[in-house]
């Protein structure tokens, strides 16, 4: 537990393993986003692993509280996300013509 | 009326444009029934919407699915604002959907794809504004991300920009879904008046001042505000018709009404409205220089929208929501008619957008001059347009705030776009012609039967201030607000003023009836090659009109004037005839087309500054 103050404001954070294991899972999607600047299906899945570690917290929520809506939300995010990860992946490889679709500088 | 009533009521507008697929897809051999099933279903979802606002006198909840011991619901909240705004991304997503079908004669698959997609965007838009908890809100954004994509993917030379749209749109979704968790694991609920009870007691529930901030970021992300504007610009690669509807109504606009929607997160927290009003400014300042030294029209069109927006944000900043939505919905209706006005040259220019390769399109293309003559005073605010209003409310804050920076942002932007759109138009429209010889060869004027819905657009735009002078009055765009003060005061108002209401809307009835007498006279003078008599001329019936815009200002007027019962009204009707015959002499004595127009607008003008003068108005 980390007591953070900030003026007069005092805010409690519980900070366990779990959520520490899902900032790790977002830095890395992060850093996959800012590192990589050529493939496109390496930035797709940054993103992914970002979201998904936004949505892992969710689940975990859901799962301290013994309520439902954080697997509902879960489940509908990943869903969600997939399917509008497909459509961008679809219209961009019918806009693009070459032989090397994923890379953009043609690695 | 019982709940089934509410449920169809709540259901229809949002189902219809997704069912009108269904129709179309079964009877796409039919040219009529595939084109005009789109249209329908969105007149139809647009009319159960006006009466949602008419008859019922209440808020309304639906609950149209949810499971039980489950919290998960989709259920839509019919307030009085979120009605409003449904209305206007409808009436502007119908306009388009016309125009497209107007303009566009082909019949293929992809054109099917494309208007479907307009329609479950304009769905999916509904859904968003009128949801009541944040996992329906997301959804529809989601919904939004997905479908701004395809449509801009269209354009097949758009590929690294429909990539760079999507990521943004997904980094707006992750500090969305961020803000989310936080606000679900303090609360253990979605629903927003719940939310909103538990900001009030903000003291009680520090972990919330969190979320503030990433909605905040998210929602600059989607309004294309500093520093995530550039995606707004290569945005303009789609094809025109859908650069309207992201630019005019949706999408950019949705930060602005996320952030009146969900006013209560920003109310209490002085250093995100900062923000909001330091990044409006700083988007609006850029933008508006940026676009004095564009040549692609859609693009100068483009940083305008982002510079609109930002003034919006600045509006929010300082806790003025109600008025971001007034600026929000004027700029929907006079930047869509103008982007339609510019989409018509571009098309008759075999999408050509560079402004230097246009010129001398008064001339080749008159109709269209009107309109884009029309549309640029509806956008720059001119007295009697429907930014007006909007515009001198925006004014009234930075004079309550007494703040000088804010002050010289609002006007410095003001000018500088009046300046952008004047040299536009007059490089565009009136410069000296360089249009290609194998363009010009195939250059003409777009039939008036085909701007039909464009011309409903645009008389929106110039009486639209009679509209938007009563919400400014009311109040009524507050999220949160009980509807039912409004409209027992809008229905008193509009039984007081029946006879100035009957009259504009006569001259209405008039202006199309000599619309159709003209257009009538043209073709038979094509079949019987005879030479009719000239009265019905094209810019003597844009005189009508414009005397007749004349006429229904001095009507808005003369509804305000009602109010202050020592300003004689007799004086204002007498020097308002008056000036009006003087208008027709005029007219009569000059030759040329364009002086006749010219008197008449000056007419006009002096007229209804005269019964303003003697008629009474607040303002004067």
Known sequence: ?107 | MGSSYFLFVGVAPVLMPIASILFAIVFRRSKFFRHFSFVYALLFSSFILVSCVFVSVNIFEVRVFSIKNIPFSISLNYGIPETVLCIIVMIILIVIQYSNIQINTDTSVKQLKYQACLNIFGSAMCFAILSNNIFNFFIGIEILSLISVILIGFEDKAKYETVKIFLMNKFSSILFLMATVTIIATLRTTDFLRIRIAYEHLEDYPALRIPGLLLLVSCLCKGAQFPFSSWLLDSTKANIFVSIFLHTATIVGFGVIFIAKCFFIFEDQPILQNIMVISGGTTAILMIISSLFHTDAKKIIACSTAASVGLMFIASGLGEYSISLLCFICHAFSKSVFFLSFAYVITALANETNIMKMGGLNKLTPNITDIVLISFLSTIGFPFFVSFFAKSSLLSILFDTMNTAIGFVVAFVNILSLVSFIRLIRIAVYGESRIDGGVLSRIGDIPTRHMSATLALVIVSIFGSFITWSMCEWDVLHFGNSGTVYLRGFIDYLIENLIEIAQIIIGFIVAQIIFEIKNIATQAQRKIGYKLSTIFTKHEVTAYILDYIANSARSCFAAIGRFDEKMSKRHGDIFYSVTNLASVGLTKIHRSAIHKQACMIFCGIVACLLYLLFAGNQYV
Request: hydrophobic share 55%.
């Open chain 1, 1 to 107: 537990m980390y007591v953070l103050q900030f003026r007069n404001t005092v805010v409690t954070v519980y900070i366990d393993n779990f959520l520490i294991f899902t900032a790790f899972l977002f830095l890395i999607g992060l850093g996959g986003v800012v590192l990589n600047r050529s493939n496109l299906i390496k930035t797709f899945m940054s993103i992914e692993i970002m979201i998904l570690a936004t949505v892992i917290n969710f689940a975990y929520m859901s799962y301290i509280d013994k309520s439902k809506i954080g697997h509902i939300f879960s489940i509908v995010a990943i869903t969600v996300s997939c399917l509008v990860f497909a459509m961008v992946f679809a219209v961009y490889t019918k806009n693009n013509n070459r032989g090397d679709l994923l890379d953009d500088d043609g690695e």
